[in-house]
């Protein structure tokens, strides 16, 4: 498998695609043959200019049918949100699919597209896969990782820890309710809470992965702070006295005791400017075992010399599901995931 090229193609080119072109055109293992675009002003544009670097002589185009019948080993597919009709025609079509977007295991709630792409694969004789930061690799694999170390397990808390002005993408702000009244945004459904149907799914996977079955996943109330002063960006500001950061924790319950807890926090400010002045220190993932040993590890970007932080989260994303496409072409058809795959074997990542 060492040697072997695999024929790949680049699906959509937002911040975690661009990621993906950039490292097909620099790792010998790969083969850019195709890359889909959606936006019109992509189409027909070199993929390397899309991505940021010289030219690699792959044309953008916006085919979808082009693509399907393109010959490939493998596709990976990385819009925010999964088109479940289009992944199914790609599998039946013989191409593998590696993707960051929604599913990355066949939990409770879904089973109906778990069952969709199932199917597609047998037709196909290909594999899926879904794979990413978080979920797909911070909150599953890292407390499997862990896990293996321990004499006994009592609960796994799962922190992701985002400073949203320094290490996130500024649209993030109106979206995710930052801006908003206290009220209006406790009363509303929020982004982060509608997503917990696909957090749930690395919950479901540790408890696959530890044999045991989970009972009920729950939330609990949302956690507000609001800002002391106008908080400024570049696209705009905060007003104060409006939301300027969040906290979000979820339930995995096993045997009426919490066996899994993810919190999710995010901030834009200092604790000065907070009220009440929260303090969760800088952008991390960190996973804490409560247990025999107590564990502790947490996952961030490099400090440089010059004092800035390195916080990749687009490229642990990409890379997170990348380097698992040769295991996913060499495996028998159907959905793989990290418990299926076992300990990937990333290619082409020592080179001159």
């Known amino acids: 498998m060492a040697d072997k090229q695999y024929r790949v193609i680049q699906w959509m080119t937002g911040d975690v695609g661009q990621v993906g072109v950039r490292h097909f055109a620099d790792n010998p293992i790969y083969d850019l043959v195709g890359v889909l675009v959606h936006s019109k002003d992509k189409v027909g544009r070199d993929a390397g200019e899309i991505a940021g670097v010289a030219s690699i002589g792959v044309t953008a185009t916006d085919d979808i049918d082009a693509m399907v019948a393109l010959e490939a080993d493998c596709v990976f597919y990385t819009p925010i949100i999964m088109d479940v009709d289009t992944v199914c025609r790609l599998l039946r079509s013989g191409k593998n699919v590696v993707t960051t977007a929604g599913f990355f295991h066949p939990s409770p709630d879904f089973r109906e597209p778990a069952d969709l792409i199932r199917a597609a694969c047998d037709e196909g004789g290909a594999s899926f896969h879904g794979g990413g930061i978080h979920p797909g690799y911070a909150g599953d694999i890292l407390p499997l990782t862990l896990a293996r170390v321990m004499n006994r397990i009592d609960t796994i808390h799962v922190y992701e820890v985002v400073d949203v002005l320094k290490d996130a993408p500024l649209d993030h702000i109106d979206w995710m309710g930052f801006g908003k009244d206290k009220g209006k945004f406790l009363s509303e459904p929020t982004i982060l809470g509608l997503g917990l149907p696909f957090f749930a799914q690395s919950m479901h996977m540790i408890a ?14 949302v956690g507000v702070a ?15 006295g409006t939301v300027a950061a969040q906290r979000h924790e979820w339930t995995a319950w096993v045997g009426g005791k919490p066996l899994i807890v993810f919190h999710a926090v995010y901030l834009t400010a200092a604790p000065d400017r907070l009220d009440p002045p929260w303090d969760w220190g800088e952008t991390r993932y960190e996973i804490v075992i409560e247990g025999d040993p107590p564990t502790e590890l947490t996952l961030k970007g490099v400090r440089q010399p010059d004092g800035t932080m390195a916080h990749p989260g687009y490229d642990w994303t990409a890379m997170g599901a990348i380097n698992a496409i040769p295991d996913v072409c060499e495996a028998p058809p159907g959905w793989l995931n990290h418990l299926d795959l076992g300990l990937v074997r990333p290619r082409g990542l020592v080179r001159p």
């Open 226 to 240: 609001t800002a002391v002063d106008d908080i400024a960006h570049d696209e705009g500001t905060i007003p104060a």
């Open 208 to 221: 696959d992965g530890l044999g045991v079955t989970i009972d009920e996943v729950t939330a609990a109330e």
